[in-house]
């Protein structure tokens, strides 16, 4: 089993630190763990950023007190240390990017030979929209224009030729709002683009484990038959930002799949 998408951030850049989500793994069966961290951790990836904080108080106060905490030499070193030693489960390296349309070369030109083993991109803003970050922020939000604006989002993403997976495919589901139309149509979309460039889709159990009673688990059960349908691998993650959530019902998201 693989839990494809664990969070670091919390604790200190040491072989101690990993070592807890290491016992972890080991404890709930998994085979693979992939550890990653949020890009905007970074000191490089800070740019990225200044158009959504321009436009967005909310974005703009959240950030400066998260990002920027680390320069990406420090990771790459850990990440080495990590590699440098044996351990009972496979352990792989990577980042999770958030995705902004006009910043692909950006991306390119900080994740290209680095020597990370995945990119996970993700949608975790449309427009200047921080949509899963509190229940609040959707008080007067136009839900159809937003998912049309994510939806449309994720393709551009699934296309731009930079990432290896997409992250948390459907969360914008995470807490309880619906678009009044079928998602048929972007689901085919999506899932024809990450096929088409080799992508994989991160079946994630995050959203339930953050909202249980508004987010269900893993992908919807229509979109996820779509992507098996246009072949696109699908991988288990727990979307942990500790030791205690890796492994965080992986068992049932295989079930899902299968």
Same mark, same amino acid.
């Given at each position: 089993?693989?839990?494809?998408? %664990?969070?670091?951030?919390?604790?200190?850049?040491?072989?101690?630190?990993?070592?807890?989500?290491?016992?972890?793994?080991?404890? &709930?069966?998994?085979?693979?763990?992939?550890?990653? *961290?949020?890009? #905007?951790? @970074?000191?490089?990836?800070?740019?990225?950023? +200044? +158009?959504?904080?321009? =436009?967005?108080?909310?974005?703009?106060?959240?950030?400066?007190?998260?990002?920027?905490?680390?320069?990406?030499?420090? #990771?790459?070193?850990?990440?080495?240390?990590?590699?440098?030693?044996?351990?009972?489960?496979?352990?792989? @390296?990577?980042?999770?990017?958030? #995705?902004?349309?006009?910043? *692909?070369?950006?991306?390119?030109?900080?994740?290209?030979?680095?020597? $990370?083993? @995945?990119?996970?991109?993700?949608?975790?803003?449309?427009?200047? @929209?921080?949509? +899963?970050?509190?229940?609040?922020?959707?008080?007067?939000?136009?839900? !159809?224009?937003?998912?049309?604006?994510?939806?449309?989002?994720?393709?551009? $993403?699934?296309?731009?030729?930079?990432?290896?997976?997409?992250?948390?495919? !459907?969360?914008?589901?995470?807490?309880?709002?619906?678009?009044?139309?079928?998602? &048929? !149509?972007?689901?085919?979309?999506?899932?024809?683009?990450?096929?088409?460039?080799?992508? #994989?889709?991160?079946?994630?159990?995050?959203?339930?484990? =953050?909202?249980?009673?508004?987010?269900?688990?893993? %992908?919807?059960?229509?979109? $996820?038959?779509?992507?098996?349908?246009?072949?696109?691998?699908?991988?288990?993650?727990s979307d942990a930002h500790c030791p205690e959530?890796?492994?965080?019902?992986?068992?049932?998201?295989?079930?899902?799949?299968?």
């Amino acid at each position: 089993m693989v839990d494809g998408h %664990i969070h670091i951030e919390r604790g200190p850049y040491t072989l101690e630190w990993i070592e807890k989500f290491v016992n972890r793994a080991v404890d &709930t069966g998994l085979d693979e763990i992939r550890l990653l *961290e949020h890009c #905007y951790r @970074f000191q490089e990836f800070v740019p990225m950023y +200044d +158009d959504i904080c321009a =436009r967005s108080d909310f974005v703009n106060k959240w950030f400066h007190t998260r990002a920027g905490v680390h320069k990406m030499e420090e #990771y790459l070193r850990l990440m080495e240390q990590v590699r440098s030693q044996r351990f009972p489960v496979k352990i792989l @390296f990577g980042l999770e990017v958030c #995705y902004f349309k006009g910043q *692909e070369e950006f991306v390119k030109k900080q994740t290209g030979d680095i020597g $990370l083993d @995945f990119l996970l991109g993700s949608v975790h803003f449309v427009d200047n @929209f921080a949509f +899963d970050h509190t229940a609040e922020l959707w008080d007067g939000i136009n839900v !159809d224009k937003i998912y049309r604006s994510y939806f449309e989002d994720s393709v551009s $993403l699934a296309k731009s030729g930079v990432f290896d997976g997409i992250g948390h495919p !459907d969360t914008i589901k995470l807490f309880g709002h619906k678009a009044s139309f079928p998602l &048929t !149509d972007y689901y085919e979309r999506l899932a024809q683009a990450l096929s088409e460039s080799g992508m #994989y889709a991160d079946q994630n159990s995050g959203a339930a484990r =953050r909202c249980p009673e508004t987010a269900p688990l893993g %992908i919807d059960g229509e979109f $996820l038959r779509i992507l098996k349908k246009h072949q696109v691998p699908l991988v288990t993650s727990s979307d942990a930002h500790c030791p205690e959530d890796v492994g965080y019902k992986i068992k049932e998201l295989e079930d899902c799949v299968k």
